[in-house]
């Protein structure tokens, strides 16, 4: 077996390799700021971005990221950094709100398969943050599947377990729990060879002790939940990691970096959208309009309220998400002067109302 193969080479991308005879492939495993490690089926080495390539690419989202498989110009640094001149296409990647730039959007992880979604059964526990979590993980391209860590701290775990399967639809589910170590086997059945996966949940709950289970040591250093519910950032650095009973994954910082730019709801929230497919109105809004098939759904208590509030929050979010606070302001007012068809047809209104009086 080649060594890119246990890092995640498949026939796909092996094929698109093939268009740039001229370069060698890697895979990228960790980044420095403007510095990038690399494997390749020779050695790991240090690369950097062509001139070329800096000059051609306009949007950062378009710069390598870890899980990105690259074409170099050489197999070793020995004569100097690696150049990277292309980056091949992603099947999947996790995207965040590039920091200080307007309307940009920047790659935290790239070609994952498995996108394992962890939250603690104690402090950390809350459903609305996993259904957003849930809807940033099914954009990415990705199969997400819920670990719930430190089940020996909760007292309820069967009426916890109840609620989340009512959010996580469709979702493997995990318990794993620090005095049992048995408990983290079934994550193993999911980490074969060539399989990426991706570590994400708030700070504190525990995804760097899974890993170095995982790893079979304590690789990764971890650190608690805060008492005011907070999680310290133990990982700042994005790193893939090649596991020694096969797999990969790639440990990445506390999920509140990730914003909600890039989500797909109606895979989270399938059963509104099933719901609101049975609306009297295609545009209902689930709030006054009459035949509404969600809010019925409330009224005899097969839809909790709190979660159609929720989907309507991450809906606004991702429709404002980029945009300044003036647009935001100015997208708001229309919203609340939707029904006489925006804000410039409610002034026009206004304005000729006031014509009349005089």
């Known amino acids: 077996m080649k060594k890119l193969e246990l890092y995640g080479l498949n026939p796909r991308f092996e094929a698109e390799s093939t268009l740039y005879p001229d370069f060698v492939l890697g895979r990228v495993i960790s980044q420095y700021k403007d510095l990038y490690k690399v494997v390749t089926n020779e050695k790991e080495l240090l690369a950097e971005i062509s001139g070329k390539f800096r000059h051609q690419t306009n949007y950062i989202s378009d710069y390598p990221a870890v899980g990105d498989f690259v074409m170099l110009d050489r197999i070793n640094d020995e004569n100097g950094n690696g150049i990277i001149h292309h980056v091949l296409t992603r099947k999947s990647s996790f995207e965040r709100a590039a920091v200080g730039i307007k309307n940009e959007t920047q790659i935290v992880a790239a070609n994952i398969d498995i996108i394992f979604i962890c ?3 104690n402090n950390d526990y809350n459903l609305r943050r996993l259904e957003r979590y849930l809807s940033i993980a099914w954009n990415s391209r990705a199969t997400p599947v819920v670990i719930l860590t430190k089940s020996d701290l909760c007292s309820i775990l069967e009426e916890k377990l109840l609620e989340i399967s009512k959010i996580a639809i469709g979702v493997d589910i995990i318990v794993t729990s ?37 790893l079979g040591g304590n690789f990764l250093s971890t650190n608690e939940i805060r008492k005011d519910d907070k999680g310290k950032h133990t990982t700042t650095r994005k790193d893939l990691i090649l596991l020694p ?20 709801l109606k895979k989270s929230f399938t059963d509104i959208d099933n719901l609101a497919k049975q609306c009297r109105f295609r545009n209902c809004t689930h709030t006054i309009e009459p035949g509404c098939a969600v809010k019925a759904a409330i009224d005899n208590e097969s839809l909790d309220e709190k ?26 007012l229309n919203d609340m002067f939707s029904s006489f068809g925006g804000i410039k047809n409610a002034k026009r209104i206004i304005k000729e109302k006031n014509k009349r009086k005089y």
């Open 119 to 121: 939250m603690s059964l």
């Open 178 to 214: 620090n005095l049992e170590p048995e408990s983290y086997e079934p994550l193993k059945k999911y980490l074969k060879y060539g399989i990426t996966a991706s570590f994400i949940g708030s700070s504190g709950v525990g995804k760097s002790t899974l890993i170095n289970c995982l």
């Open 245 to 264: 009973d096969g797999g990969i994954v790639i440990d990445t910082p506390g999920m509140r970096q990730l914003g909600v730019d890039s989500v797909d």
């Open 307 to 332: 979660r159609l509030n929720n989907y309507i929050k991450l809906k606004k979010e991702a429709r404002y998400d980029g945009l300044t606070s003036k647009q935001i302001e100015h997208e708001k």
